[in-house]
């Protein structure tokens, strides 16, 4: 039985190796999602239950979750993103560049979330109400406090909590922004609020 294993594992890597393109600096293997191109990623995305779309998304989350070990000072790269961010941030991208492959559309999301990124542990809160609910990172909320305070909707303090002055401060927020008014930090919310 284990010989029969090694024998099928051994004619896949040889098949994979067979893939491969030539090696040039800084070269690494790629696998699986990853290597499909945007016009795959367009098709996929059609269906989002599909079993093609949950392996790309699965592959960018995945991706994601490793630099934030290997990306200097990088607590979270990606901290109030989801799979529906990355899907927009994916579908956006795809639209111009059908060519690109899953990996070098998330290698460049890399570079653009840094100014972004959480660089310290940073506790999760759990915030909202019996309606909406969401869990964000205290860190994320300081900046989003200083970020509405900026905008002269927000007069408390930068500590990190979820009052009720914050959550009212959010919902002038979300509606100046055509969002919808739920008062929690929601993705769509933290996205308007906090790129650069």
């Not at 090694?6 to 040039?24: D, H, K, N, W």
């Not at 367009?42 to 269906?47: F, G, I, L, M, V």
């Not at 529906?84 to 653009?112: N, P, W, Y």
């Not at 959010?170 to 996205?191: H, K, Y």
């Amino acid at each position: 039985m284990k010989k029969w294993i090694l024998a099928s594992f051994a004619a896949a890597a040889v098949g994979t190796i067979a893939q491969a393109a030539e090696p040039t600096d800084n070269a690494f293997a790629v696998e699986g999602a990853g290597r499909l191109d945007c016009t795959a990623f367009t098709a996929a995305r059609e269906d989002k239950s599909s079993a093609e779309y949950q392996r790309m998304i699965g592959f960018v989350e995945g991706y994601l979750s490793a630099a934030n070990r290997y990306e200097p000072n990088t607590f979270d790269l990606t901290p109030w993103h989801n799979a529906a961010a990355f899907d927009i941030i994916l579908k956006s991208h795809c639209a111009d560049h059908k060519e690109d492959t899953l990996v070098s559309v998330v290698q460049r999301m890399v570079t653009g979330l840094r100014p972004v990124r959480i660089a310290q542990f940073s506790p999760l809160v759990e915030v909202g109400d019996a309606n909406h609910q969401a869990f964000v990172y205290e860190a994320i909320l300081r900046r989003s406090q200083a970020a509405l305070k900026t905008r002269g909707l927000y007069k408390g303090d930068e500590d990190g909590k979820f009052s009720t002055e914050m959550r009212d401060a959010l919902m002038a927020f979300q509606r100046q922004s055509s969002l919808t008014a739920t008062g929690v930090p929601d993705p769509a919310t933290l996205w308007t609020l906090l790129n650069p």
